[in-house]
């Protein structure tokens, strides 16, 4: 997403210092290689202090943007959204995704 991103921005005649990239990755090695991607292309970047799950640990909580692009969490077994996000802001107006997968949210 952050290179295709790039190259649009590149291609309509925008500067790449204009953005800047906030987000978070569930697994430990996508969130090194996402760093160092966005550091490679001198990308202006924020993603957390450490690899986790932006469903029970959102390390932007307070964070308000103007676009967003998600790879929503596929085949994530066991998710335990029912019980632990209930009471979550985000949730508000929509249906908590069923337990036994997170495709569903």
Known sequence: MFVQSKKFIEAHHGNKRDISVYGQE?????????????AIRGIACNI??????????DQHK????????????FNQKAC???NEL?????WVGYEIPPTSNANYG
């Open 80 to 82: 335990r959204a029912e």
């Open 26 to 38: 569930y697994t430990n090695t996508t969130y090194k290689l996402a760093k160092m991607n966005l």
């Open 86 to 90: 209930k009471d979550d802001s985000r």
């Open 48 to 57: 957390g202090e450490m690899a986790t799950d932006t469903f029970h640990n």
């Open 62 to 73: 307070d964070l308000k943007v103007d676009f967003i692009m998600a790879n929503l969490p």
